[in-house]
């Protein structure tokens, strides 16, 4: 299981695309691996893999991460997930209106 965030590739592009969690390894969900399989799933679109990804972490999240005060802070694990699937269709709306495919060649070889 792999984690890369190099900005010169399809994954680094579309951990970029993912948030800021995803560009460090300590914090990504996906691996490398996964990621790839998207890709290839998605076309090798990279906004579309993106927000095919970015639904899989809101349902993750509103499954794991519910409602919760600590102190101060509170995080808010619905409104998480909501933003992230907002997030996703935004992405496919410009995949779809702006024809941007953003298609990548994927070198196996180079990822792993």
Do not use: C, W
Not at 23 to 41: H, M, R, Y
Not at 67 to 86: E, V
């Amino acid at each position: 299981m792999t984690f890369t965030y190099d900005l010169t590739t399809a994954i680094g592009q579309v951990r970029r695309l993912l948030g800021k969690l995803e560009t460090v390894t300590t914090t990504a969900l996906f691996t490398d691996e996964e990621i790839t399989q998207e890709l290839t799933e998605s076309g090798n679109v990279i906004k579309l893999a993106a927000a095919n990804l970015l639904d899989v972490k809101a349902t993750y999240i509103s499954e794991k991460k519910k409602s919760t005060t600590i102190g101060k802070y509170s995080i808010n694990g619905p409104a998480m997930a909501a933003d992230l699937r907002k997030h996703a269709e935004e992405l496919r709306r410009q995949v779809d209106e702006d024809g941007s495919f953003e298609v990548s060649e994927t070198d196996q070889e180079s990822v792993f």
